[in-house]
């Protein structure tokens, strides 16, 4: 904050404002709060515009400036091997959480009581997503539809090997140049965006509060509890050590990244932070070939949020339906997890999808029980939204530490 900037001109306070008034809009006017639904679609769908560009222009002036392809396929390996390991942690540690807790145990929900019907549209492409069509998926059917449908894995492939091909090319530099001045107007373009971040949270917030009502929250207040709780232990205990043991302040970082947190927390949505995250932490004193890489992947591979939210709502549903699974059928889930948590990460209802591709997999949940889910998954989006978030901004700087491309003088003046 500026000496001439008053509190109430910051964008982090105005966006808690519009969080505020949406909540009370929603609780007092639940209908006129559900029409306020386009304001906060209106919002992400401008930041969606801008991310693709971002990305291509970021990454590819970031591997054209890096030129070393071996310690390209360096970085891209340690950000791999981070997010697998951290990703598997986040599924044990809600799979412990769930099973102390049993938040499903009593509902004894039955085929009878459940609502086949309300989860059909999300069962249906969940049948569809395999390891072997995810991968292929990243390759784009032509440059233009990457951009055209806003697939930042699609965008990320093409942009390495356009950055790729330009760092062999002897008269990039030009193309290069052009590349980082597109990716500072659009990055200028982001803070004209940003004003509307506080109406967007507000009409986000009031939709939720306002459809779905603070009262669906009681009946499963314990599944809520759960999600909350390990969220909790793994952003301040899990997160809070691997930065202590690279040297920097966890919850100096969550400060710096304020305004991106409540965004997401008004919007249930991690997307519209993107381009923001990315700035910061190119200001932070990270490598820009380093940012270009690990945070587009990460919103892909590194959904840490989302693999507490998955392991738990999974094992609800069981625990809610009466079903019994063995230790193998719980490996099993979690391995089915970590797969298919990857290939729902760009799909819209991403989280009702994932779901019910791995309980369709593994044959014994009843798919229906996540009818159980819909009333509150808009809340837990937001909580997981929220942990994604900080863990692709940790996972950036412990990559960026590992390969020495992180200038700590810069992050203390900036941490301070």
Excluded at 22 to 48: C, H, Q, V
Excluded at 344 to 373: C, D
Aim: proline share 3%.
């Amino acid at each position: 904050m500026t000496k001439q900037q008053k509190f109430y001109q910051t964008l982090h306070f105005q966006v808690l404002a519009g969080i505020v008034l949406g909540i009370a809009l929603g609780i007092l006017y639940p209908k006129t709060g559900e029409s306020m639904k386009p304001l906060g679609d209106g919002f992400i769908k401008l930041i969606r515009m801008v991310i693709a560009p971002i990305i291509f222009c970021t990454v590819v002036v970031g591997i054209a400036n890096v030129g070393d392809m071996k310690k390209l396929g360096r970085i891209g390996v340690k950000a791999l091997l981070y997010f697998e390991v951290v990703s598997t942690l986040s599924l044990i540690l809600g799979l412990v959480v769930v099973t102390v807790f049993q938040p499903g145990a009593g509902i004894n929900a039955t085929a009878a009581t459940l609502d086949a019907k309300s989860v059909q549209d999300y069962a249906g492409p969940g049948k569809a997503l395999h390891t072997v069509d995810f991968l292929l998926n990243i390759i784009p059917d032509t440059v233009v539809s990457a951009f055209a449908k806003g697939d930042t894995l699609q965008v990320l492939f093409i942009a390495i090997l356009f950055g790729v091909a330009l760092s062999a090319f002897e008269g990039g530099r030009v193309i290069v140049d052009a590349c980082d001045s597109v990716a500072h107007a659009f990055f200028k373009l982001v803070e004209i965006i940003m004003k509307a971040a506080p109406l967007g949270a507000f009409g986000a917030m009031a939709f939720t509060i306002g459809k779905f009502g603070v009262k669906t929250l009681v009946p499963l207040a314990k599944l809520m509890l759960c999600v909350v709780l390990s969220s909790g232990l793994f952003v301040f205990v899990v997160l809070a050590i691997i930065a202590k043991v690279h040297g920097f302040s966890l919850w100096k970082l969550l400060k710096y990244l304020k305004e991106e947190f409540l965004i997401v927390l008004g919007t249930s949505s991690s997307e519209p932070a993107l381009p923001g995250l990315m700035r910061k932490l190119e200001a932070l004193g990270c490598a820009k070939s380093v940012v270009g890489l690990v945070v587009p992947s990460g919103y892909s591979f590194n959904l840490d949020g989302t693999s507490i939210y998955l392991t738990i709502a999974a094992m609800f549903v069981a625990q809610a339906t009466n079903t019994h699974l063995t230790a193998s059928q719980i490996a099993t889930l979690l391995i089915v997890l970590m797969l298919t948590s990857k290939g729902a990460a760009a799909v819209t209802g991403g989280g009702f999808i994932t779901l019910a591709a791995t309980l369709a997999s593994l044959g014994t949940v009843p798919v229906a029980g996540i009818a159980l889910l819909l009333g509150v998954d808009r809340f837990m989006s937001q909580i997981r939204s929220l942990t994604n978030l900080a863990g692709n901004g940790v996972a950036t700087i412990v990559v960026a530490k590992w390969e020495k491309e992180f200038d700590q003088e810069q992050a203390d003046r900036i941490l301070q």
